[in-house]
């Protein structure tokens, strides 16, 4: 079981870049794929990004590809989400959680962080 703690969101303005970051504790942080997520308030949650444990593979989703980049140290049992070119329209609540293979797949994902809020203003 992988035990995760989101930081780095905050209010900032439309272009404005941000990098997220999770600290996570247990042993299969190293062998877990790690994603990232948002809520925004009356929607579903949606897929970010992906990576796979060694960081040599990766996901996106589109409405995010080329804007926002997923990464992870292994030695600091952390994975980061560097957004840029931020819009109004990512504001929400960004999560990130752990699954055993690399996927797209929010079903496929567990061990969820209790989440960090990001605000775009325009």
């Known amino acids: 079981q992988v035990q995760l703690v989101e930081s780095g969101g905050g209010l900032v303005q439309t272009g404005d870049s941000l990098r997220l970051s999770c600290a996570a504790s247990g042993r299969t942080f190293s062998k877990s794929a790690m994603g990232w997520f948002r809520q925004a308030p009356g929607k579903e949650r949606e897929f970010l990004a992906a990576v796979s444990w060694s960081g040599v593979s990766a996901k996106y989703a589109d409405s995010v590809m080329g804007r926002f980049t997923i990464a992870r140290d292994n030695s600091q049992n952390t994975v980061y989400l560097q957004m840029n070119t931020l819009k109004p329209e990512d504001t929400a609540v960004y999560y990130c959680?752990?699954?055993?293979?690399?996927?797209?797949?929010?079903?496929?994902?567990?061990?969820w962080g209790q989440g960090t809020q990001v605000t775009v203003s325009s």
């Open positions: 959680a752990a699954a055993p293979v690399l996927t797209n797949n929010i079903g496929a994902f567990g061990s």
